[in-house]
Each structure stands twice: as C-alpha cells, then as structure tokens.
C-alpha cells in the first residue's frame, strides 16, 4: 500500500505570497492528483500528472518520479484560495490512496 | 449536465438500521467509487465499479454494499448502521478507471451520523 505524506498539516500566510505544499509517496505511480476541498465540503479536481508540470491560471503543479515527490505552488495567493489541498495517488480500477491534506487559511 | 448528484445531504441514523445512500453521475463514466473521510484521515475507497454489473471492493468495505445495474447509479447501502459509520461519505466518477487522462468528479458528499 502506497504511503501518502503531505507537508505542512497547517499553513496560515498573508494575502499575495507564494504557497507551497509539499506531497511525498512510498510506491512508484502511474498518476497524481492534486484536489481542493473547500470548507463547504465540496471536493474538485485541480490537477492529474504523471510527469513534468502544469499549470492553470495561478497554479502550478509539479512531479519528480524518480524522488517520489511533487509540489504545488499557488503565486499570488488570495483568501478564496483558502481550503484544505489534498494530494491522491495511484492509477488503475482500484482507487487512490491519499494524503490527509494540507489546510490553508490565506489571510487579507 | 449535472455531473455526480448525492443524496441526502445529511442523514442521522439509529445503530442498527439500515440505509441506500445514492450517487447518480450524467457523464457516460465507465469508473465510479465511494469514499468515507474522517477527521485526521485521507479519504478511504469502500468500493468501486468499473462498469455496469462490475463492482469490487477498496479498503474499507465491511459494512457496506453497492450494485451497479445501470452506468450512471452506484448506490451505497449501509446493511446495518454502526456509530464507526459516522462519516463524510464522498461518491466520485471518472470516465475511465484513473487512467492518466480521467480526472476524478466528486459528488458534495453526505454527511451521516449514527447514534
């Protein structure tokens, strides 16, 4: 079973800094996905990647396979980026395995 | 184009009874799931299907049953409600099984609570 650690836990920053939270896994991986939980409860699809780096308006995800690792950046953060980042990871019919998430408050 | 629907929201149960959360997705996926979240835990996969009349289980399924008799509902039955069934439960689809081209869509999620 793949170990998903995500870093930190907690993140409280001021409006417009550079966010970056951190995703470790234990098992080689076909794919990674980063999701944002806002505090309704609603989960959504932020990115999928198996190699490299996206990117999507202010944010930025990226992978290193062979380190087992992959960040996500938010430049220029605001409060409505404030939710809790969840990193998943796996590939195939028999789910992910993820990460307990990362909360992040964005302070004006 | 709803994407995935869950209902109910929230729903409050006795220990021992017995409840179908349903999930309904308007997508064509071929791959839907069900998860549970708790407090301090990662999202935990109870079962899946790849397809109609295809369902397996993930790593939490005692307790729960699902069927999939058409592609878009993948209900959830709770056969008899424990206080350890206390959860968040999450249904999510993906037009295929999270190949790397298939990004997962999550229901709102329902939010059970058993006395």
């Known amino acids: 079973k793949n170990e998903v650690e995500q870093s930190p836990q907690n993140l409280t920053a001021q409006e417009g800094e550079f966010i970056t939270i951190n995703c470790s896994y234990s098992?080689?991986?076909?794919?990674l996905h980063w999701l944002q939980q806002h505090p309704g409860g609603g989960i959504v699809s932020l990115f999928m990647?198996?190699?490299g780096k996206k990117k999507h308006g202010r944010l930025i995800a990226t992978i290193n396979i062979q380190e087992k690792h992959s960040s996500l950046h938010i430049t220029a953060s605001h409060p409505r980026d404030s939710a809790v980042y969840i990193c998943a990871v796996g590939g195939g019919a028999d789910g992910l395995t993820f990460g307990k998430g990362t909360h992040l408050i964005i302070q004006p | 184009n709803a994407g995935v629907t869950q209902t109910p929201k929230f729903q409050v149960l006795k220990t021992g009874q017995s409840m179908t959360l349903q999930c309904a997705q308007d997508?064509?996926?071929?791959?839907m799931s069900w998860y549970r979240q708790d407090p301090g835990m990662g999202l935990r996969l109870i079962h899946y299907?790849?397809?109609?009349?295809?369902?397996d289980q993930g790593e939490v399924p005692n307790g729960y049953n699902v069927s999939r008799s058409t592609t878009e509902d993948f209900p959830l039955r709770l056969l008899s409600a424990a206080p350890s069934q206390t959860s968040v439960y999450f249904c999510?689809?993906?037009?295929?099984?999270?190949?790397?081209?298939?990004?997962?869509?999550f229901g709102n999620g329902t939010r059970l609570t058993v006395t």
């Open positions: 997508m064509n996926h071929e791959y």
């Open positions: 999510a689809s993906s037009y295929k099984p999270l190949s790397y081209n298939s990004p997962l869509h």
């Open positions: 098992v080689g991986i076909s794919a």
């Open positions: 299907s790849v397809g109609a009349g295809i369902t």
């Open positions: 990647l198996s190699s």
